[in-house]
């Protein structure tokens, strides 16, 4: 079954615990935690801190997508903060292999992920070496923008690439502008992971519905 992570981004950080076991007890798959820089995107975001809370409010498995520069200096707290998965971006990675190497030294679950605008090719040679591959399907930096519609047909490509290489565990992550219409052509291609943000926490009836309609809009169910 295809998992659901929603992206804490566009909760109400005023209430993080209680968004967070609301999204668990909706049937979330997993946690995303965007941690942002300012530097590599325009925004900045959440660190080990709020990271460790969220650790705290919920059992689920902890997605945390690095958008930051010199990520190798940051890994140790985000894993000693509860991280299950730790997602670095190509662009940010002069030795990556390296990195991802030291990400399960530090017994944390390994993922890369590329900008719109960066070929696939980038990753190509690391993917054996991965837990997670994430197609980011809007530019980093915020939530609520719309899903870039060339994504579809990168992870149909990255799906390819996963089967020839016979990386049946790979997991393939999607991220940005998922929401009922993007879901169903998103899961098609071929993603296991959906990441969402503001359709999920920015859901007028709330995150639980939103969740369940989302779930109904990949299962092919009426809403
Ligand atoms: C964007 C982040 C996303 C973001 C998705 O840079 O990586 O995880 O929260 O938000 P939505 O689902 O609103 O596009
Ligand atoms: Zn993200």
Same mark, same amino acid.
């Given at each position: 079954m295809v998992k659901i992570a929603p992206s804490i981004l566009s909760a109400d950080f005023g209430r993080l615990a209680e968004q967070v076991s &609301? #999204? &668990?007890e909706a049937g979330a798959d997993w946690i995303h935690v965007d941690v942002m820089? $300012?530097?590599f995107v325009p925004n900045i975001t959440i660190g080990p801190a709020v990271t460790e809370a969220v650790? =705290? #409010?919920t059992d689920l498995p902890i997605d945390v997508h690095l958008m930051i520069?010199? *990520?190798d200096q940051h890994l140790s707290a985000f894993a000693d903060a509860g991280a299950d998965y730790l997602t670095v971006h190509q662009e940010t990675c002069v030795h990556l292999h390296r990195t991802i190497d030291s990400i399960r030294g530090l017994g944390v679950k390994p993922g890369i992920t590329l900008n719109p605008a960066t070929p696939l090719k980038a990753i190509e040679d690391i993917l054996s070496y991965v837990d997670l591959a994430l197609v @980011? =399907?809007?530019n980093p930096g915020? $939530? $609520?923008q719309s899903f870039i519609s060339s994504s579809t047909e990168k992870i149909k490509n990255l799906k390819n @690439?996963? &089967?020839q290489k016979g990386l049946k565990d790979l997991e393939l992550e999607v991220d940005g502008g998922i929401n009922l219409d993007t879901a169903a052509p998103a899961v098609s291609a071929g993603s296991t992971v959906l990441v969402a943000g503001s359709a999920i926490f920015g859901h *007028? &009836? $709330?995150i639980s519905e939103a969740i369940r309609h989302l779930r109904k809009a990949v299962t092919g169910e009426p809403v």
């Open positions: &609301e #999204a &668990e820089d $300012g530097s650790r =705290s #409010a520069k010199n *990520p @980011m =399907s809007v915020f $939530g $609520g @690439m996963i &089967e *007028p &009836e $709330g």
